[in-house]
């Protein structure tokens, strides 16, 4: 505040010393003019009788002329002061009316209270830089679950947004460039609850400047940026970004799953779905020959995805280069029929509308359904603003990347155990393996332990023996049961997450039915039962340590 | 030469004179201290005070403290004055003359400061 108060002082210092100058000079005419009193004899003005004049007369109350009635020669002066001070108090007030319009003057007094908003934050919060599509779906979510978040974004018009969203919790929001380390320091990024940097800015390089700031200034923070070309990517991983998200290829990687192995694609949905999320495929992409318009970094993804497949790919792509890497590839488009004739949209089984322009994507997907009405459709939605018209499509699969990324970035920060399953398309592939054999019924044992470890992880990482575990889960279980409405997990342990309660459900659910309620977990008896049988797991027919978990799950998983 | 530099330490200077002038004297003798020079010792040291708004180096922030502690002392003097001419039954007596020259007498020492520091950070431009 104090540079802001000296900052208000030094702009309005001359009309100050203006006023300053017209009341002394008045004062002393008042003085030294004599006046005469109702008897008739000489009569002086004191110091103390000629300011409390002035100051009733310059500032235009005008009690009159006390203690006596004025002589013409005071009368005179008198004119003459009330015409300097009132120029003196008019050029004052405009000064500071002024100073409150100036931008400096606003900005200064705008970074002074976001600075003191960080400051005085006092739980874990993130750093949300960007608030474009994929940073307003995100802080939503956030604030849903009860998370702190301070938004940092280039442009004030979405700063404003931010105001007017009306989060459930202050959001300290700043109109200012990532690239520039001092707006990231004063966001928090050395702010003792500062839990990590979320950059999903539009731009890449935005991305990267918060990454490796973020990275040399406090390592010990996560940071998870978007990126959109696999060279920004590779490039934040080289420094040690904790997660790279690019939508395209996560997409790819999705496509590819629902081809390769539709049951565990749908498995997968099935576990770490959100409402509206992309993985709500109802039937899965078939296998043949396909159409992708739009050959741009998505559309590269969507073909490495379909050659992993050994599936052909005809491409239509006005700018596609020269021999389109081998493929067949059409001039066009694809918006009007001839090309996507050309392309073979009769005998194709599915079409991807991959371009950058949502328009020329929806009216590529209804030309080629019109061509052939049994064509798989996967629609790339690039602006929220477009979401009723995609609705309205009902497209087989809908790409949307603000939503990937911002689902993505939830699932990082709520559900540190969903992350060996989703981070990369080898891990996944591990992790549905696994899977799929526990949820076939076999390697029960197995499938228990490794449940165990995922389940200690998302408890706070706790050490290796499965007792922290079930003190873990006992925490778990009392904050749940002393906030009914909306728990949130305490800072060391993991969030509450939708995912994670779809892994609890996934898990086990026969016990968990037969488990008594939350409350009962923090009572003495069957803490000793959980231990025990916790130090039982090993036998193969049971691993009852879960249903402790599972008794326990923070509030708001299930709804969500 | 830099007329702002100017008019800044003339304001200073003669905050610091008008205030000697007014303290110089026999303590408590009514003779011996003119109230408009007390006066006059105000106003030149509110311009002064003001002058100092805005400097943000650690200099510029003592000076600035200074001043407020003239400002302050002056104020203090003024208003026994005040009390003793207008409101109290005997007038300005010789007691309350005394309170008021001691309290300009700390704005003097204030103001010294303010010179002093003047003084050094011309010497230091200097080199």
Known sequence: ?560 | MNLEKVVFGFFILLAATLNFGFVYGDLSNPEHHEVYELFAAVVVNLIATVLKFGDRPHVGAVHLAASLVAVLQLGAATLVWFFAAHVGPAGLTSAHLAGVVSLSAGALFANVVSVVILVAETVTLRR
């Open chain 1, 1 to 560: 505040m104090g540079s802001v108060l000296l900052l208000t002082l030094r702009r309005i210092r001359v009309p100050i010393i203006l006023l300053v100058s017209v009341y002394a000079v008045g004062i002393i005419g008042l003085v030294l003019i004599p006046g005469v009193d109702p008897q008739g004899r000489p009569w002086r003005m004191s110091i103390f009788h000629a300011f409390y004049f002035l100051s009733y007369t310059a500032s235009t109350i005008g009690f009159g002329e006390i203690p006596h009635p004025f002589t013409d020669a005071q009368r005179l002066w008198v004119s003459a002061v009330i015409y300097m001070s009132v120029v003196g108090w008019a050029y004052m007030i405009a000064r500071v009316l002024g100073l409150m319009q100036d931008r400096g003057f606003q900005n200064a007094l705008t970074m002074h209270r976001f600075q003191r908003e960080v400051r005085r934050l006092s739980e874990s919060f993130y750093i949300v830089c960007g608030y474009g599509e994929t940073g307003a779906i995100l802080c939503r979510a956030l604030d849903r679950m009860g998370l702190r978040f301070v938004v940092l974004d280039i442009e004030a018009r979405r700063i404003d947004e931010v105001d007017l969203q009306g989060y459930a919790t202050d959001v300290p929001a700043l109109a200012g460039d990532v690239r520039i380390v001092a707006n990231l320091e004063m966001a928090g990024i050395g702010h003792p609850y500062c839990r990590g940097v979320i950059a999903v800015t539009s731009d890449d390089h935005a991305n990267l400047a918060a990454a490796i700031s973020t990275k040399l200034l406090n390592p010990t923070i996560p940071v998870v940026c978007r990126a959109m070309t696999r060279e920004v990517a590779q490039n934040m991983a080289s420094f040690g970004t904790d997660h790279v998200i690019n939508p395209f290829q996560r997409f790819g990687e999705r496509l590819w799953l629902a081809l390769h192995s539709p049951a565990v694609y749908r498995l997968l949905a099935r576990l770490t779905g959100l409402p509206g999320t992309v993985l709500a495929a109802a039937e899965a992409p078939p296998h043949g020959r396909w159409i992708v318009c739009g050959y741009g970094r998505f559309g590269r993804e969507i073909i490495g995805c379909f050659d992993r497949e050994g599936l052909e790919a005809t491409i239509i792509d006005p700018r596609a280069p020269a021999g389109g890497d081998g493929r067949r590839v059409v001039r066009g488009l694809g918006t009007e029929a001839g090309p996507l004739r050309e392309a073979g949209a009769e005998q194709a089984v599915g079409i991807v509308a991959g371009t950058d322009n949502d328009v020329n994507n929806l009216s590529i997907a209804v030309t080629a359904r019109e061509l052939n009405p049994k064509l798989f459709v996967v629609l790339r939605q690039n602006l929220e603003a477009n979401r009723p018209l995609f609705a309205a499509y009902k497209a087989d699969m809908t790409m949307i990347s603000a939503e990937i990324v911002a689902y993505q970035c939830l699932s990082i920060v709520a559900t540190p155990p969903a992350r060996p399953l989703s981070r990369h398309g080898g891990n996944a592939r591990r992790g549905m393996g696994r899977i799929a054999r526990r949820a076939a019924g076999g390697d029960r044992r197995r499938g228990g332990r490794e449940h165990m470890g995922r389940t200690r992880k998302c408890c706070g990482g706790a050490g290796g023996a499965p007792r922290p575990h079930v003190r873990a889960a006992r925490a778990h279980a009392r904050h749940a049961d002393a906030r009914p409405g909306r728990a949130r997990a305490p800072a060391g342990l993991s969030a509450p997450s939708c995912s994670c309660a779809a892994t609890r459900r996934w898990c086990f659910p026969r016990r968990r039915r037969r488990c008594s309620p939350a409350t009962a977990c923090s009572s003495p008896a069957p803490r000793r039962r959980a231990t025990g049988s916790a130090s039982r797991c090993e036998t193969p027919t049971s691993a009852p340590t879960c249903t402790w978990v599972s008794t326990a799950p923070p509030a708001g998983c299930g709804s969500a």
